[in-house]
Each structure stands twice: as C-alpha cells, then as structure tokens.
C-alpha cells in the first residue's frame, strides 16, 4: 500500500493536479485498491483535519492582514522604515527587508506580505533605478520572514499536528531566528549594493522625520504587541489572538487611519474567505494522507532506517534538518507541515532533541522552500507582480538564498537560538 500511496502521489503530482488534490486524489486511490482501509475514512479524516479549535487562528490571522492592508496601515510602516534605513547603501532594499519584518508581527504569512507591503517595495526599487530581478529577489527572502516571526500561519498548524509544542512556544521560538534572517540580508543588501553600485541613498531625512515616522506607524506596530503580550501572558490564547487582531485591524482601519470604508468591508471579507478556503481544503486534504502515513506505520520504518544510519543526535538533527530542505523544494508548506511533522517530530524527539528546537528548524528549513524552484510560491507571486520571468528570478534569489540557509546551520549549531525566548518565557525547562 505504501507504493501505491506514494506512487499514485507522484503520478498525480507529475501531471499538473494542484497539490492539495494529489494528496486526497493519492488517499483516495490507496483505501480504494486496500483491502483493509474502508472509504468511510476518507469525509472522516477530511473533517477531523480541520476540526480544530486552534486552527481557527488561521482564517482570522488572515483577514487581520486583508483588514490592515485595506486600512493602510501599511503604508505608515512603509514611511517609517524608509524614514530610518532608506539613507543607507542598498537603502530602498534595506527598507523592503525592514518592512517584512515589521508586517511579519500581523500577517503570518509570506505569501501576504509578497504580494502586499512587498509588491509595494518592489516598484519602488524598480523606479528608483533598482535591477528588477534584484529588486524582486530581496522582495521574495525578506517575505519568508513572515512565517517565521509570530503571529504565524505555519506555526499555528505544525502545533496541530505535534502535540509536544504549543502555538505560544513556538511564537517565542521564531523571534529571534526571524530577526537574524532580516540581518542576514541586510547584511547580504549592503555587500550587493556597495559591489554594484545599487546606492540610490537619499541624504538621512534626521531623527525628527523618523520620529514623526515612528508616531505615525504606532497603530500598526501595536498590533504584534497586542498578539504577543496577549499570547505570552495568558490573558488569551493564539485563536483569541486572532480574533483581537481581527477587531483592531477593523477600529484602527475605520476610526484612525479612516482608510477602510465599510462599503469595502464585504470585498475584504470575500478575499479572506477565498484565501481561508484554498488554506484549509489544503489541511483538509493533508491531514487524510498524514493519517494514512501513520496508518502504515511510515514512520517508524524511517526513523529505524535513520537510527541505522547513526546514533548521534546532532547528525540525526542535521540529516533531518536536510531532509525537510529538500522536501521544501517540491512540496507547498502547508502540507509538508501537516504530512511531515507526525513523521520526523518523533524521531527527533526519541533521538533527545528538544522538540520545539526541532520545531523551529522545521519551520525555517520548510519555508526557505518557498523561494526556491520548481514550487516556490513566493517566487510564483513576486514574478507575477513584477511582471518577471521565474528562472531568472531565481537566479537572482541565490546570494539571499545561502546567506539565510548560514542563518539555519547556526541554529542547527546553537539550539539557544531557538530556545532562548521560550526559555525566558518558562516555555523551556
């Protein structure tokens, strides 16, 4: 049967079906030919898959970033990092960087944060002289900072599937590998620019402009203090959050920026409700292959496969770490979250790595997939904003690319990356 799984998969996958249906259609074909599952289990599984309490952060995280785009809060970051970096060499890619970082706090998403604030920053650097295949890879690195710093989509799942870890830890968790990533490629802007010559600098507008900047970006900057101050002090938990979110997105967007109608409220309802919708048929359809993997004992046959191999926790780390990479090169993040996690979680676990150290690795290691080929969907989204050919696109991305994956073998190396917050926190003992 696992044949039959994994080549109905690849089959599937190989022609063009959309990857949330290869993994029902994959399901499907395996109870189906099995003598022992019963189809019963497939609308079981489907249902189970998304009948959960915490997964409902994700469709209010969601709308939370459509409310704040609408309300034009992201443009009072925008003014605010170009305020405080955009004098730098590199400096309108310092600002992109920055802005990612700052909208990671609401959204949670890369694909949001791409095809929003990031779409943005892009035409920007493109008429202010910018490479355009340059411009658009410093968009698609700095967007994959959104899963990483909390609130986070990706996190909210992968806490679903693993019971060992909760929302609240690994939001701590991906605090600071989040921040090293964004110096990463600021560090990796400043060395492209100074070499080629991508100053554009304009003169430092002086403390008082990025004063005035940071005044005005206050409403949007209060919402990720909202989130984590709520979260990380118990007065509501990650879904609650979500909701929290959704209510100040909405009053500041109304009463403070006055940006969002209430005429516009029913369109970004039906965005949000579009986007939740292709989310979940993903979890849905996820959560039926996971279980079918579990089902047939899959992994347990990798993980004595694995401990054949070596008995030392840092190079099971590591070999796992590499494995995820590489399945992030082929699979969306979502379902390599939902089918993976119940697989490689437990064998980190058995092998004494910390499973929220493991969890964040997880994480980082499964989104820089999204920027690269042949699935990569911030690539998709970037090149379809700006109007760029992918492959060269892709190209472009390489320096971004192994400046983030040094970010990666650093926690790898140093657990305390990941762990030193959720520690501060009690989350670690």
Same mark, same amino acid.
């Given at each position: 049967?696992?044949?039959?799984?994994?080549?109905?998969?690849?089959?599937?996958?190989?022609?063009?079906?959309?990857?949330?249906?290869?993994?029902?259609?994959?399901?499907?074909?395996?109870?189906?030919?099995?003598?022992?599952?019963?189809?019963?289990?497939?609308?079981?599984?489907?249902?189970?898959?998304?009948?959960?309490?915490?997964?409902?952060?994700?469709? !209010?995280?969601?709308?939370? &970033?459509?409310?704040?785009?609408a309300g034009k809060l992201t443009d009072s970051l925008l003014r605010f990092a170009k305020a405080l970096v955009g004098h730098l060499?590199?400096?309108?890619?310092?600002?992109?960087?920055?802005?990612?970082?700052?909208? &990671?706090?609401?959204?949670?998403?890369?694909?949001?944060?791409?095809?929003?604030?990031? &779409?943005?920053?892009?035409?920007?650097?493109?008429?202010?002289?910018?490479?355009?295949?340059?411009?658009?890879?410093?968009?698609?690195?700095?967007?994959?900072?959104?899963?990483?710093?909390?609130?986070?989509?990706?996190?909210?799942?992968?806490?679903?599937?693993?019971?060992?870890?909760?929302?609240?830890?690994?939001?701590?968790?991906?605090?600071?590998?989040?921040?090293?990533?964004?110096?990463?490629?600021?560090?990796?802007? %400043?060395?492209?620019?100074?070499? %080629?010559?991508?100053?554009?600098?304009?003169?430092?507008?002086?403390?008082?402009?990025?004063?005035?900047?940071?005044?005005?970006?206050?409403?949007?900057?209060?919402?990720?203090?909202?989130?984590?101050?709520?979260?990380?002090?118990?007065?509501?938990?990650?879904?609650?959050?979500?909701?929290?979110?959704?209510?100040?997105?909405?009053?500041?967007?109304?009463?403070?920026?006055?940006?969002?109608?209430?005429?516009?409220?029913?369109?970004?309802?039906?965005?949000?409700?579009?986007?939740?919708?292709?989310?979940?048929?993903?979890?849905?359809?996820?959560?039926?292959?996971?279980?079918?993997?579990?089902?047939?004992?899959?992994?347990?046959?990798?993980?004595?496969?694995?401990?054949?191999?070596?008995?030392?926790?840092?190079?099971?780390?590591?070999?796992?770490?590499?494995?995820?990479?590489?399945?992030?090169?082929?699979?969306?993040?979502?379902?390599?979250?939902?089918?993976?996690?119940?697989?490689?979680?437990?064998?980190?676990?058995?092998?004494?790595?910390?499973?929220? %150290?493991?969890?964040?690795?997880?994480?980082?290691?499964?989104?820089?997939?999204?920027?690269?080929?042949?699935?990569?969907?911030?690539?998709?989204?970037?090149?379809?904003?700006?109007?760029?050919?992918?492959?060269?696109?892709?190209?472009?991305?390489?320096?971004?690319?192994?400046?983030? !994956?040094?970010?990666?073998?650093?926690?790898?190396?140093?657990?305390?990356?990941?762990?030193?917050?959720?520690?501060?926190?009690? %989350?670690?003992?």
């Open positions: 049967m696992i044949a039959v799984l994994f080549g109905s998969f690849a089959l599937l996958l190989l022609i063009g079906v959309p990857v949330s249906l290869v993994m029902g259609g994959a399901s499907l074909i395996t109870i189906v030919v099995s003598d022992t599952l019963r189809p019963i289990l497939l609308p079981q599984y489907l249902f189970s898959g998304i009948n959960s309490f915490p997964l409902m952060a994700v469709p !209010l995280f969601i709308l939370a &970033a459509d409310l704040m785009t060499p590199g400096g309108l890619g310092q600002v992109n960087i920055l802005v990612s970082i700052l909208f &990671a706090g609401k959204s949670g998403s890369a694909l949001a944060d791409a095809a929003g604030p990031g &779409a943005i920053v892009l035409d920007m650097m493109r008429r202010a002289g910018y490479p355009p295949y340059y411009s658009g890879a410093m968009t698609a690195s700095s967007a994959i900072i959104g899963p990483i710093i909390p609130p986070s989509i990706v996190m909210v799942v992968y806490a679903v599937s693993e019971s060992r870890v909760t929302v609240s830890g690994l939001f701590a968790a991906g605090i600071v590998p989040g921040i090293l990533l964004g110096l990463a490629l600021f560090v990796t802007n %400043h060395v492209v620019s100074v070499r %080629h010559g991508y100053q554009f600098a304009a003169r430092f507008a002086g403390w008082r402009a990025v004063g005035k900047g940071f005044v005005g970006s206050i409403p949007g900057l209060l919402m990720p203090v909202i989130i984590l101050g709520g979260v990380f002090s118990g007065i509501f938990t990650a879904t609650e959050a979500a909701a929290v979110a959704v209510l100040y997105a909405l009053l500041v967007g109304l009463l403070v920026t006055r940006a969002l109608k209430l005429r516009d409220i029913p369109g970004v309802f039906l965005k949000s409700a579009l986007m939740t919708s292709g989310v979940l048929l993903i979890v849905s359809m996820a959560s039926i292959f996971a279980n079918l993997l579990t089902v047939m004992q899959v992994p347990q046959a990798l993980a004595a496969w694995l401990t054949s191999l070596t008995q030392d926790p840092t190079m099971i780390l590591i070999l796992l770490t590499f494995f995820v990479l590489i399945c992030g090169l082929f699979i969306d993040t979502l379902p390599a979250v939902i089918v993976l996690t119940p697989i490689l979680s437990p064998i980190a676990f058995l092998a004494g790595i910390d499973p929220l %150290h493991f969890a964040t690795l997880f994480i980082v290691a499964l989104v820089l997939g999204m920027i690269t080929p042949p699935v990569g969907p911030v690539l998709f989204v970037v090149a379809a904003v700006g109007k760029l050919r992918v492959e060269r696109l892709a190209r472009a991305v390489l320096p971004m690319l192994i400046a983030q !994956l040094v970010v990666l073998a650093l926690m790898v190396a140093f657990p305390a990356i990941s762990l030193y917050v959720p520690r501060l926190l009690g %989350h670690v003992r």
